[in-house]
């Protein structure tokens, strides 16, 4: 290799990006523009400072809530379910934990059958059905 060694290289030129709107906003931008006299535009926003978001509709969803007079209640088990599902478990000589583990249920849920708490499940009861040998759901 002889004579003078040549570089090809073009040169770089790296520029800063435009600020974005968060930098914008930020304050030694804010008095930057202030001090050579550029226009400012500041906009209070609707809710700052308050928790407006979280309670504006609850009013209307409390008077909502006062005004309801209709009562809701879920069905509970009918006395004659209660009755033959005892009926049942009695003439098998089952303790309401036996029955439940026979029946892949809690013995909790035999009780609140038994003692009417239960909100009815037809799954349940055709378990109950199954496993007593008596029909439990004719007679609704």
Known sequence: MSGPISQDWEPVVIRKKAPNA???KD???VNAARRSGAEIETVKKSTAGTNKAASS??????????????NLAHDRVPSELKKSIMQGRMDKKLTQAQLGQLINEKPQIIQEYESGKA??????IGKLERALGVKLRGKK
């Open 27 to 29: 304050e030694k931008a």
């Open 22 to 24: 968060a930098a914008k």
């Open 119 to 124: 909100i009815p499940n037809q799954q349940i």
């Open 57 to 70: 509709s609850t009013s209307l969803n409390t008077r909502k809530l006062d005004e309801e007079t209709e």
